[in-house]
């Protein structure tokens, strides 16, 4: 029986993939074209394989040079799928590209969700493609980000990832209230009814305190040192709040919390401040690996925006349990892990 194979194309259109581009390097520099007949083959010894059609030009260089690349493509590159597909009619599909060798000469795109360099070691007769298998030589994951799908002839992503659960927390009602010098009856009226809604309301800071009523799991308390764990206690707060600094301080006051069943929060101070990405996800991996239930990012005197929330949410912790990016609204705050 012969399928037609405007049907055959069809049924397998249906079949959602990733995107890759498939590189390799011949005597006049680097050729490379987008592909989705990607797959691992073995884990010991590493092994992928793509199947490419005998009659295009990187089939033809592959077989001679013995070398390939793979570049997996993040949501945000469908114009280098595009570009090594052919569709955007431009001379040279490496321009601009962030595209650099590293173990066989073959070119990897290093901004991509990840990049696996190989020599190949079988060549497999597939109808009218080769299965060239390749033995993995190089290979990162450059990027923590959603990948390029293709389903049905049309490009298209993931939805980022939804945390399990999103709490609302306000910091700045305690200080607002105390400048504007709202009686503390009406303030307290005020607090009680967002922690009656499930806002999680600080009704503690070193100036003062806000009396309200509530479970004690929306009520919490800035501390800056163990002694104030109890105090913040025995006032009715089951959440803590602490600004990250010396890491003997911070555990001492994890310890103390816990000793108490209460939740840690832990604000990263200046988090948005131009070039301070790397040393805001180092304090977030120390602060995981502390314990710490919760992680902040305060804006400082950098407002947050989505750009530099992205920035630094782009890369999770490392510590305990799942990371969870998820937005918290509040002044002050702009994103939050949390590690429970």
């Not at 092994?47 to 077989?63: D, F, K, P, S, Y």
């Not at 321009?95 to 060549?123: E, F, I, K, N």
């Not at 305190?209 to 501390?223: E, H, N, W």
Request: aromatic share 4%.
């Amino acid at each position: 029986m012969t399928i037609d194979p405007d049907t055959f194309r069809s049924v397998l259109a249906q079949w959602p993939s990733g995107v890759s581009v498939v590189t390799t390097v011949a005597g006049d520099g680097w050729h490379g074209m987008t592909a989705s007949s990607f797959s691992s083959v073995s884990m010991d010894p590493p092994l992928i394989l793509v199947c490419l059609n005998r009659r295009i030009i990187t089939h033809t260089l592959i077989e001679a040079s013995g070398v390939f690349a793979v570049s997996v493509l993040a949501k945000d590159q469908t114009m280098v799928g595009r570009r090594f597909a052919g569709q955007e009619g431009v001379t040279d599909r490496f321009a601009g590209g962030a595209w650099q060798t590293r173990v066989t000469g073959a070119p990897v795109l290093t901004d991509a969700v990840g990049w696996l360099d190989c020599r190949v070691v079988h060549a497999y007769a597939g109808g009218d493609h080769t299965i060239f298998v390749g033995a993995v030589l190089g290979a990162s994951t450059a990027r923590i980000v959603a990948p390029l799908l293709f389903h049905s002839r049309a490009w298209g992503q993931l939805a980022d990832v939804l945390p399990d659960e999103v709490s609302v927390a306000d910091t700045g009602l305690l200080s607002a209230l105390r400048n504007h010098t709202v009686s503390a009856g009406a303030a307290g009226t005020l607090a009680t009814a967002l922690r009656a809604a499930g806002v999680r309301v600080r009704v503690r800071d070193p100036l003062g305190c806000l009396t309200s009523t509530g479970d004690r799991s929306t009520a919490t308390a800035l501390v800056a040192t163990a002694d104030e764990v109890a105090d913040a206690a025995l006032s009715g707060a089951g959440v803590i709040e602490l600004l990250a600094g010396d890491p003997a301080t911070t555990k001492h006051i994890l310890d103390e919390a816990d000793r108490y069943d209460m939740t840690a929060t832990c604000w990263v101070p200046d988090a948005f401040a131009p070039g301070s990405s790397t040393a805001v996800l180092d304090a977030v991996d120390l602060l995981a690996s502390l314990g710490c239930a919760e992680i902040g990012l305060d804006e400082g005197a950098e407002a947050a925006s989505p750009a530099r929330s992205g920035s630094c949410c782009r890369t999770p912790p490392s510590g305990p349990g799942p990371c969870r990016c998820g937005s918290a609204c509040a002044t002050g705050t702009a994103s939050a892990w949390s590690t429970r």
